[in-house]
């Protein structure tokens, strides 16, 4: 049971949040999630080197976070809102578990009230 | 519903709930304290748990297992770091290899805080878990446990407007 069949479902969460762990790559994608951006002007963004920039626009597409096509000369990124989405809903899911729990708490904090009174 | 607050934080796998209890401190300390109340509290429906251990005290394990609807046990374990009665305390939880409650050393622990303090006649709980990694957290969701629907919270939003 340690490795069950959604072993490639996990290697997509490691790589989402491998991807998200660095800030400016949370900041690249920001940018291109609210609009297609040339990696040439990511780049201007940030005080790193075009190389750099470009390798982190990768990780984001090898995570696919991230999609790249071809204009010409340019390489023209936009997020993957779907994607990203994603990577939020395992901390929803596991908000809900809590929410029950918290709820059954309450339950049974109620069932003392009615006990007491009986 | 009790809870009052929730926050993700996606940079750290954290994942904090607030909730108001209208029940004094002392009884929502027992709920930990007491292994057949936290049973009661612990699994969603259609997957019990069974605290098999139960030591609130430093270094203390906690030792569970969760039966699923198929008959499958999930076993699981808390160490316990701090405690602080009844104001709350802290653990590690993990999985388990098997009944022996041996840790699976493939699979990271999650760091957990509870607290919990008088507020307004009632009690006020902060549960705060943080994962240490997406492997930890895709696991406990694996595990079947995640009941509900989920909630059209989108982390996307908290991305665009940070």
């Not at chain 2, 009790?2 to 401190?25: E, K, M, N, R, S």
Request: hydrophobic residues 40%.
């Amino acid at each position: 049971m340690t490795h069950p069949e959604g072993s490639e479902a996990e290697d997509r969460a490691d790589a989402w949040f491998h991807a998200l762990a660095d800030r400016t790559r949370r900041d690249i994608l920001r940018r291109v999630l609210a609009g297609e951006h040339s990696v040439s002007t990511l780049a201007k963004s940030y005080d790193m080197s075009f190389a750099a920039v470009q390798k982190h626009v990768a990780v984001l597409e090898r995570a696919g976070l991230l999609t790249k096509r071809r204009q010409g000369r340019e390489a023209l990124a936009s997020g993957d809102v779907e994607a990203v989405r994603s990577v939020g809903v395992m901390l929803t899911d596991l908000e809900a578990l809590w929410r029950g729990r918290i709820s059954r708490m309450d339950e049974l904090f109620a069932t003392d009230t009615t006990t007491e009174k009986d | 519903m009790p809870v009052t607050d929730v926050q993700h934080d996606l940079d750290a796998l954290t994942l904090t709930i607030t909730a108001d209890f209208a029940a004094p401190l002392d009884r929502v300390w027992q709920v930990y304290a007491d292994p057949r109340q936290l049973e009661r509290v612990w699994g969603p429906p259609g997957y019990p748990a069974t605290f098999v251990d139960h030591e609130m005290a430093p270094g203390g394990r906690m030792n569970y297992f969760m039966t699923s609807p198929e008959g499958e046990n999930y076993y699981a374990y808390w160490v316990i770091t701090t405690v602080d009665e009844p104001g709350g305390f802290t653990f590690e939880d993990g999985f388990a290899l098997d009944e022996t409650f041996a840790p699976n050393p493939e699979m990271p622990v999650a760091s957990n805080d509870y607290a919990f303090a008088e507020a307004d006649g009632g009690t006020r709980a902060t549960f705060v878990g943080t994962y240490a990694s997406a492997e930890a957290l895709q696991k406990v969701l694996d595990m079947g446990v995640v009941e509900g629907s989920t909630l059209a919270i989108n982390q996307i939003d908290d991305l665009l407007a940070s």
